[in-house]
Structure formats: structure tokens, C-alpha cells
């Protein structure tokens, strides 16, 4: 498993939208509305394998997801630059929680979530990200309750186009597992964040003997104690564990770069550097170790 560790780093990673060019209306994540395209081409000028895209309220009008021939155009670039999407960060459920809302408002949300799915086979995506962290997050027995009833109304059509779920949240380990142990599904996985894990305290041996085996993508960022995101390296996340984890449990998903933001306009840079500190992590080399060398 080390070896496939080591070939990931020369095969490529991916980063999530967004991180290629100035944050939009001082956002710190959202769809590029004026720079979707650019981010593309600059992307593959980096050598990155590809881009996860995101889906959310702000980029409504903008977004080519939304448009059959906005689907077609972008085919198109990314085939021209030999760079894949093959994952949709659904950041739309942040805006508008799954959670918290009317029969009327949930039935519509899950419409959406129907459609999402349902477009991702055009364009060679095979998992949706859904955030239940922050306005999003599950908070008591009823709220995971409404989860689980609304992942099952999902699963068939997941099922029908073979695309995976992949929850994020904010859940200890043991919560988690055990609403997964409700989700039994293959196509129901685990996004794993490795800063939001650091800033909430968990532990990643905790979190892997937990539900390791249902982790299907992993998001590369570095979050303080208690804090926000910084750059790789410079936090509390525990790299050499979650090496150690993810070459235990054989771990065989995607890396995407969610890291920090540098200076406004320096993006490409910015990113190529955490890009190759993600490379040496993945060769062997822990960032905590590039940090104090």
C-alpha cells in the first residue's frame, strides 16, 4: 500500500474548485463564477489529475453544471486539457441544510439532490460530496434520524446512475459509525477531512478502527485546534497517523487539496507548493517533519 501511496504522489492530485483563483465576494470557498474556465486550464498547467467541482447557491446562473449545453462546454474543455471531474462537492446543502426545514422545503431539496445525481454520468462523475458540517450539521437523534430517511429516498437513484455518496461531518467517531451502521449501503461512503478532524480533536486512529473502511475520498487540508485553516503542515493535524491509517486499512480513493489560501492573485503558485508538500507526504516524507526541517 505504501508503494500506491508513493505512485498517487507522481500520478497526480486533485484540488477543489476555487483554490486557482482569487476568493469570490471574500468568500473563502465557492464556484468561481467569473473563473471556472481558468481554473481549468491553469489546472492542468500544474499537473494536477483534475478538479472537484462544486455546486452551490452562490454560483446559481453561472455554474455550467446547470445547463445541458453548459454540461456540453465544459466536456469540452476539460477533454481539451486532459483534466477530470470526478467528484461534485454539493455545497448547495450548506446554503440549504437537508436539515431544519419543512416536509415542502425538504421534498424539493431532495428534487435537487435527484437531478444532481442524475447529471453526473455526462460528465464522468462518480461522487457527490454532501457537507453536514457547520449551518449543515447534525445535531441530536431527530436530525440523524432525517439523514438516514432522506439517503435512503436518494439511494436508488444513486444506485441507478452508480454514483457514491460521500458524507462529511463533524460527528465524533463513534456517532458516525454508527450512523453509517444505518447506511449500509456500498455506495454510501466517508469524505474524510483531515483539517476539520484536527480543529474538533479527533484523533485519526479514533476515527479509521471507527469506520475506516467506508472512507471513499480523502480532503488534504490543515485546520488548529479549535481553529481555522492553515497552511499544510503548519497545524494540528496528525499527517504521520493518517498515513499510517489510510496504509492500513489499504485506503484506494482520491487526495483533494482543500488547503489554505495564500496572498490574493498567487494562486497558481500557492497551490503548486502545497501541491508538493502533499507530494512528499505521500512519498514518505510527513509535513510535520517538512515543517520543523
Given at each position: 500500500?505504501?508503494?500506491?501511496?508513493s505512485?498517487?504522489?507522481?500520478?497526480?492530485?486533485?484540488?477543489?474548485?476555487?483554490?486557482?483563483?482569487?476568493?469570490?465576494?471574500?468568500?473563502?470557498?465557492?464556484?468561481?463564477?467569473?473563473?471556472?474556465?481558468?481554473?481549468?486550464?491553469?489546472?492542468?498547467?500544474?499537473?494536477?489529475?483534475?478538479?472537484?467541482?462544486?455546486?452551490?447557491?452562490?454560483g446559481?446562473?453561472?455554474n455550467?453544471?446547470?445547463t445541458?449545453?453548459?454540461?456540453?462546454?465544459?466536456?469540452?474543455?476539460?477533454?481539451?486539457?486532459?483534466?477530470?471531474v470526478?467528484?461534485?462537492c454539493a455545497?448547495?446543502?450548506?446554503?440549504?441544510?437537508?436539515?431544519?426545514?419543512?416536509?415542502?422545503?425538504?421534498?424539493?431539496?431532495?428534487?435537487?439532490?435527484?437531478?444532481?445525481?442524475?447529471?453526473?454520468?455526462e460528465?464522468?462523475?462518480?461522487?457527490?460530496?454532501?457537507?453536514f458540517?457547520?449551518?449543515?450539521?447534525?445535531?441530536?437523534?431527530?436530525?440523524?434520524?432525517?439523514?438516514?430517511?432522506?439517503?435512503?429516498?436518494?439511494?436508488?437513484?444513486?444506485?441507478?446512475?452508480?454514483?457514491?455518496?460521500?458524507?462529511?461531518?463533524?460527528?465524533?467517531?463513534?456517532?458516525?459509525r454508527?450512523?453509517?451502521?444505518?447506511?449500509?449501503?456500498?455506495?454510501v461512503?466517508?469524505?474524510?477531512?483531515a483539517?476539520n478532524?484536527?480543529?474538533?480533536g479527533?484523533?485519526?486512529?479514533?476515527e479509521?478502527?471507527?469506520?475506516?473502511?467506508?472512507?471513499?475520498?480523502?480532503?488534504?487540508?490543515?485546520?488548529?485546534?479549535?481553529g481555522?485553516?492553515?497552511?499544510?503542515?503548519q497545524?494540528?493535524?496528525?499527517?504521520?497517523?493518517?498515513?499510517e491509517?489510510?496504509?492500513?486499512?489499504?485506503?484506494?480513493?482520491?487526495?483533494?487539496?482543500?488547503?489554505?489560501?495564500?496572498e490574493a492573485?498567487?494562486?497558481?503558485?500557492?497551490?503548486?507548493?502545497?501541491?508538493?508538500?502533499?507530494a512528499?507526504?505521500?512519498r514518505?516524507?510527513?509535513l510535520?517533519?517538512?515543517?520543523?526541517?
Amino acid at each position: 500500500m505504501s508503494d500506491y501511496l508513493s505512485h498517487y504522489a507522481d500520478a497526480g492530485l486533485y484540488t477543489m474548485q476555487g483554490r486557482l483563483s482569487p476568493p469570490q465576494e471574500g468568500r473563502f470557498q465557492s464556484f468561481p463564477r467569473q473563473a471556472w474556465q481558468l481554473e481549468i486550464e491553469r489546472a492542468a498547467q500544474l499537473g494536477l489529475r483534475g478538479i472537484e467541482w462544486i455546486y452551490d447557491l452562490f454560483g446559481e446562473g453561472a455554474n455550467p453544471l446547470e445547463t445541458a449545453a453548459g454540461r456540453e462546454a465544459l466536456r469540452d474543455l476539460l477533454a481539451r486539457h486532459r483534466i477530470s471531474v470526478v467528484s461534485i462537492c454539493a455545497d448547495y446543502f450548506m446554503d440549504r441544510p437537508l436539515l431544519r426545514c419543512s416536509p415542502a422545503e425538504n421534498a424539493e431539496l431532495i428534487e435537487r439532490l435527484q437531478w444532481l445525481l442524475g447529471i453526473c454520468p455526462e460528465l464522468g462523475v462518480g461522487r457527490v460530496v454532501l457537507p453536514f458540517v457547520d449551518a449543515s450539521r447534525i445535531r441530536d437523534e431527530t436530525e440523524r434520524d432525517q439523514v438516514v430517511a432522506n439517503l435512503c429516498q436518494l439511494l436508488p437513484q444513486a444506485e441507478h446512475h452508480r454514483v457514491e455518496l460521500h458524507l462529511e461531518t463533524d460527528l465524533a467517531p463513534q456517532p458516525f459509525r454508527m450512523l453509517l451502521d444505518r447506511l449500509d449501503h456500498p455506495l454510501v461512503k466517508v469524505n474524510y477531512d483531515a483539517g476539520n478532524s484536527a480543529s474538533l480533536g479527533y484523533r485519526p486512529e479514533d476515527e479509521f478502527a471507527a469506520y475506516g473502511a467506508r472512507i471513499g475520498s480523502v480532503h488534504l487540508k490543515d485546520r488548529h485546534l479549535g481553529g481555522g485553516t492553515v497552511p499544510l503542515g503548519q497545524g494540528d493535524a496528525d499527517f504521520p497517523s493518517l498515513r499510517e491509517q489510510l496504509i492500513r486499512y489499504d485506503y484506494r480513493g482520491d487526495f483533494v487539496l482543500q488547503v489554505a489560501r495564500g496572498e490574493a492573485g498567487d494562486e497558481p503558485r500557492w497551490l503548486a507548493n502545497m501541491a508538493a508538500l502533499a507530494a512528499d507526504w505521500l512519498r514518505g516524507r510527513t509535513l510535520n517533519e517538512r515543517k520543523s526541517a
